[in-house]
């Protein structure tokens, strides 16, 4: 089945540690995007990327590393330096950027830092 | 990309006809309008595109009127399982380099 994975799907982490989230998709999808929501809110955009070796910064990406080595696997790093990182992560991908082409999402990664 | 509004929240009973209404003012020639769905701890889900007048597909139709400035999401006949978050997105579909903006969504509870 096609699709896109985020692993793991909690994950707890001490204050001033680094951390590393999954996404891999097998939809031969172009674009992929990371999103950070918070509990009552709206999805906002971290990172996005049109093909391999390319991303650009949503609308909150301090804190926050990407890296797109292979099209199907664009990981997110929560670094020690974003203030607030527990929330829920969701990566999505679709065929490319243009907003008429449907996001497909992963099953979310829950974040909590203590 | 244009900014939307939407109601924050709405409640319908099961088996009536739902209709959320997005407000788009600054839309563009080129914008498409586009509904995903969230149930608690998963990732939207796509539900239905447009451009303009009515488009119909096996869960719902979407409905814009002339001028554009507004659409309306109608679910038919809610269930229960039709509890969720519903976003109106709104954005150019040209090819262009765009970045994609989720707003807060309106939350509809279906009471049984």
């Known amino acids: 089945d096609g699709g896109i994975t985020q692993s793991p799907k909690y994950l707890f982490r001490k204050e001033g540690q680094n951390v590393t989230l999954s996404c891999e998709q097998n939809l031969n999808h172009d674009a992929m995007y990371w999103y950070r929501q918070d509990p009552g809110q709206g999805l906002r955009l971290i990172y996005y990327?049109?093909?391999?070796?390319?991303?650009q910064k949503g609308d909150i990406a301090e804190g926050y590393s990407v890296s797109r080595e292979k099209k199907e696997s664009f990981p997110l790093t929560v670094t020690s330096a974003q203030k607030n990182p527990t929330a829920f992560y969701l990566c999505a991908s679709s065929i490319d950027l243009r907003v008429g082409n449907e996001q497909y999402f992963g099953p979310g990664t829950r974040l909590t830092v203590t | 990309l244009a900014k939307t509004t939407q109601p924050i929240s709405m409640d319908s009973y099961e088996g009536q006809e739902v209709n959320i209404t997005c407000s788009h003012n600054n839309i563009a020639t080129n914008d498409y309008i586009t509904w995903y769905q969230q149930f608690p701890s998963q990732g939207p889900r796509f539900i239905i595109q447009g451009y303009k007048t009515k488009v119909t597909n096996e869960v719902a139709s979407l409905f814009i009127p002339a001028d554009r400035k507004s659409s309306t999401l109608s679910l038919p006949r809610v269930s229960l399982s039709d509890t969720a978050v519903y976003y109106c997105l709104v954005g150019e579909n040209s090819g262009g380099y765009q970045k994609v903006t989720f707003g807060t969504g309106t939350k509809l509870q279906v009471i049984p």
């Open positions: 990327s049109q093909i391999v070796n390319d991303f």
